[in-house]
């Protein structure tokens, strides 16, 4: 099994920046895509930004020029800069992984959440 661990989150004022990490563990699973989800209260879950294997990237509409996912693959991990920052933007951020083992096969893995509060 593949263990995501996040970091990153907390208050910031709207128009700033915070920087999220999210590693995943040693497992004997390939990771081939790597993304950040979302879920505000009383709201679901929306995907935010991915990240495949070989770097090809997409956004929810939202963030779109204001946020930027990045991974570095030797690491197993992450990254999700976000930038000028907006009070819709609170919400729990979660990691998730898609991989892959020959034991397994395809499974998808999610950390615990961090969350991001955006506050005057």
């Known amino acids: 099994q593949v263990q995501l661990v996040e970091s990153g989150g907390g208050l910031v004022q709207p128009g700033g920046s915070l920087r999220l990490s999210c590693a995943a563990s040693?497992?004997?699973?390939?990771?081939?895509?790597m993304a950040w989800y979302r879920q505000a209260p009383g709201k679901q879950r929306e995907l935010v930004a991915a990240?495949?294997?070989?770097?090809?990237?997409n956004y929810h509409d939202s963030v779109k020029g204001r946020f930027t996912i990045s991974r570095d693959n030797a690491k197993n991990t992450v990254y999700l800069q976000m930038d000028s920052l907006k009070p819709e933007d609170t919400a729990v951020y979660y990691c998730?992984?898609?991989?892959?083992?020959?034991?397994?096969?395809?499974?998808?893995?999610w950390g615990q959440g961090t969350r991001v509060t955006v506050s005057s």
């Open positions: 998730n992984a898609d991989g892959f083992s020959s034991n397994y096969g395809k499974m998808g893995f």
């Open positions: 040693e497992s004997g699973f390939s990771i081939y895509a």
């Open positions: 990240v495949a294997s070989g770097g090809t990237t």
